[in-house]
């Protein structure tokens, strides 16, 4: 087995430290991996060549000033722009399997990006973390938002136990490999129908974007768990409430309005308007309907509560796409509501669903 050490450079938007930081190597242990948290020396550092072309045009990091305390050398302060995490990860493929001037196999190449991809993930937790406790111990807020995916500045790269460079094998920090299964492919009469709707002015409905947003958030290599669950959670609520408001005739509208103007007034929780709401306004219940879906939603919900008024948010990402695939049935199934037709409950998804691309509702 080989020790691959894999470096990831972060964009930082100015984490302000001393002199004495500046070029450190601090080494933690993080998820059962031996990490690194490199800061630069200089401006120069990691590669970065400012007013160049280079992807790192501000350079890894600046000189802000000083201060000179008195009978004492000055104390230097920099603005750093670049923060290196590197995680070591072991494989069994080495460098001198892997010449850069020969193409590879599928199934070498995977094996390769799977250096890459654990490397990442670890990465990508530690520096959330770390900024998490920059922004707040450290004081700087202005690092970073908790709800922002970190951004790389250069591509990974590796090296390993002799100091020998990996061969790039076109790792992406981005969706890439997630938009290559499942979903749907847009067909010619499905694009002419897609430019139609722009033309027309057809906007999405706000349930819709959400949980869009959600499943993108999901696609994402290192993915905001918190906010997914969040999102998907709203969307679910605006689409029921958009869905009996659609429905509701004449003479029910004014008590449905009033339903949601004043919740506090009411004591219909958003699980029951699937249940009882539904059923008063049109005769369906999604309990009655598909028992299964509607314990997922209430799941799905329970999470949101655990999350929100709780604080916890111990759960883990087959979790929340879990949540996500309940939601995207559950609209599903209040479309047929609001078009009249029956509902077949589809199959019960496996325990651990791997990626949003098992997340299609029936056609």
Known sequence: MTEWTVAFHFEVNGMIIYGDTAGSRKK??????????????????????????????????????????????????WSVNVVCVQVQVESDLAAADLSSDESHDPATVDRLREVFQTASQVAYKLYRKYVDQARTYGRQPWLASSVVSPKLALSPTARDEGGNEIPSPGFSDGPTQLLTTGYTTIAAEQYEELLNRVANGNQVALADTLLADAKYILWQLNPDLRQALLLTAVACEVKIKDTLLALATSEQRPLVELLFEKPRDFSVAVLALFDIGLNAVCGRSLRLDDKFLYTLVKKLIEARNQLAHGGSDDFAYNDVVNHVYAATFAFAYLAKVSEGQGWIAPEKPPKDLSSPSQMLPPV
């Open 28 to 77: 933690i242990q993080f998820d059962g991996y031996t990490c690194f948290v490199v800061m630069p020396r200089d401006h120069h550092d990691f590669g970065a060549a400012p007013y160049s072309g280079n992807p790192l045009r501000r350079g890894a990091m600046s000189w802000i000033g000083s201060i000179a305390p008195k009978d004492e050398p000055a104390i230097h302060k």
